[in-house]
């Protein structure tokens, strides 16, 4: 059974502690969400669970087949236009050329970017655009696991609904497991299975919400209940204190 | 190939782009001419006088000689410190011990003036190819490890991240990660590195040796032969912005076009 698991982990940069006692699973077709507020150690967690870290003490353990990162900042590469920096992963797996840039360019339509942007390098793009390239770069190779770092923040609200729909529906048919970080709450009671609030200074998981009805029976008024029920905890209030004001 | 198609495809583009600069041209010719009128021919042949020169000048096969002697010269200096500069740059950019250690020896390079490194020269190459060759390799290897040198530094780490996180293998992770950036470093400084090959040449040949154009310079002035001498000078400038305008710049844009 594929799975991710985070056993004690603790990480610390220079003589900083960032991370403190992480400890979860992330099974098959599952969707996590870690949510708190921003310098929390959220992109630091990720990074050790993709291996792209080096884990110092703890132990995390992916046995999933196949791994993408959607990068907070999008990461693209700027001598590339929109198409061949969806295709790298594409060609990196060793896809022919003309079958990686035809995937491409399906996904790109799906992701709401525009023929006549295809051919455009990233510094003519706004920043909605070049996270939707980075999302697109990691769907398009089809991975068994999925991390994203707050993949819809630069999108506007209708993008941003359109995006989550997709995930829901490849949720749905349980075609791939999603690690999902962000600090818009309602964004993650929408999508998720299971929540972990990650409170900072040192970064330490201090609750745990789990939503068992599936993604794509959720509606707007089980989103804005929940969000109601969980602001009332202290907890949350606490750990979002500044982002509430 | 794609490249290159596209480089020829936007070309006329680019050369219609000129006017401006054809104009200025005609500009710098009037003043010239002035410049004639004032001060007689002795000092400032009229440009039609010189272009007149030129044209004899050039259907001279002796003259052809001197071009190629010239042209043979920087071309080895510059071609080798294209090689050693960018490779040793390359080196020392992904050590950083040696991009310290290298940085005091660039410095000297830099600074010690042309001049100077000639007359070392010829106290140890004598009068000779070896001399023209290694002032301008003194003088163009410099630019040329500083640009592959600051490309090479300059390298995003978040870029390797990501190409890390998509296991990109080696050969993609350098053409498709390092070598464009490297390379919009290290060819600019390719350009200013040959500018700087083509001046140094002439410098060299006046000073040290009997043949080639900057010993052509030298015997003209020694004739007061003005005419040829500023046809030599067209001559110079004329190729070096051939090259520079006509077949580096259109590169160098379509190089830079992702660029902000
Ligand atoms: N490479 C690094 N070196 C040193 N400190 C870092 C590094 N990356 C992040 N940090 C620090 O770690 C803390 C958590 O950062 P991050 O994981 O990016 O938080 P989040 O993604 O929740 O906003 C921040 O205080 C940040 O300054
Ligand atoms: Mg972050």
């Not at chain 1, 804005?224 to 029920?229: F, I, L, N, R």
Request: one cysteine or more.
């Amino acid at each position: 059974m594929e799975r991710l698991e985070v056993k004690g982990l603790n990480h610390h940069f220079g003589f900083t502690e960032i991370l403190r006692d992480i400890n979860f699973t992330l099974e098959k077709g599952q969707m996590l969400s870690i949510v708190g507020p921003s310098g929390g150690g959220k992109t630091t967690l990720l990074h050790l669970c993709a291996g792209l870290l080096d884990v110092e003490e703890g132990k995390v353990t992916n046995t999933f087949a196949s791994n993408s990162f959607a990068f907070q900042e999008g990461r693209l590469l700027p001598w590339k236009n929109v198409i061949d920096n969806i295709a790298l992963g594409l060609l990196a797996k060793g896809e022919k050329t003309s079958i990686a840039i035809e995937k491409s360019k399906k996904i790109a339509l799906r992701f709401g970017l525009e023929e006549s942007d295809f051919e455009k390098f990233p510094k003519d793009l706004s920043g909605g655009m070049r996270q939707r390239v980075s999302f697109a770069r990691a769907l398009v190779v089809e991975p068994s696991l999925l991390f994203l770092d707050e993949p819809f923040s630069a999108l506007d609200i209708g993008l941003k609904k359109e995006l989550q729909t997709v995930l829901i529906e490849m949720i749905a048919n349980k075609e791939i497991s999603i690690l999902f970080i962000t600090h818009d709450l309602m964004e993650a009671i929408r999508l998720s299975d299971e929540i972990l609030l990650l409170k900072a200074d040192p970064g330490h998981i201090v609750k745990k919400f789990t939503y068992s009805l599936p993604q794509n029976e959720r509606d707007d008024k089980f989103v804005y209940g929940e969000s109601a029920k969980i602001l009332q905890d202290a907890e949350i209030i606490d750990t979002f204190e500044l982002e509430l004001k | 190939m794609k490249f290159i198609i596209k480089i020829l495809k936007d070309f006329p583009a680019y050369l219609w782009s000129g006017w401006g600069a054809i104009a200025s041209i005609f500009l710098f010719i009037a003043f010239w001419d002035i410049g004639n009128q004032v001060y007689g021919a002795l000092v400032l042949p009229s440009p039609l006088e010189t272009f007149k020169t030129l044209t004899t000048m050039l259907q001279d096969e002796s003259v052809w000689k001197e071009i190629n002697i010239t042209l043979y010269r920087a071309s080895v200096g510059f071609g080798l410190s294209l090689i050693f500069g960018s490779l040793l740059g390359l080196l020392a950019g992904f050590f950083v011990t040696a991009s310290i250690m290298s940085r005091p020896i660039v410095t000297i390079l830099v600074g010690m003036p042309p001049i100077a490194w000639i007359v070392l020269a010829m106290i140890w190459f004598g009068m000779g190819d070896e001399t023209v060759i290694f002032t301008v390799i003194v003088a163009s290897f410099p630019i040329i490890f500083v640009g592959a040198l600051q490309g090479t530094r300059t390298l995003d780490d978040d870029l390797k991240e990501m190409a890390d996180s998509f296991k990109l293998p080696w050969h993609m992770k350098f053409f498709d990660v390092y070598f464009p950036h490297i390379f919009s470093y290290v060819f600019p400084a390719w350009v200013s590195g040959l500018g700087m090959a083509w001046k140094i040449v002439i410098m060299a040949e006046l000073l040290a040796t009997s043949d080639g154009m900057g010993a052509s310079l030298a015997v003209s002035r020694s004739q007061l032969d003005t005419p040829t001498t500023l046809a030599l000078v067209v001559i110079m400038i004329g190729s070096l912005m051939f090259i520079e305008y006509i077949i580096l710049e259109p590169i160098k844009r379509e190089v830079e076009l992702w660029r902000d």
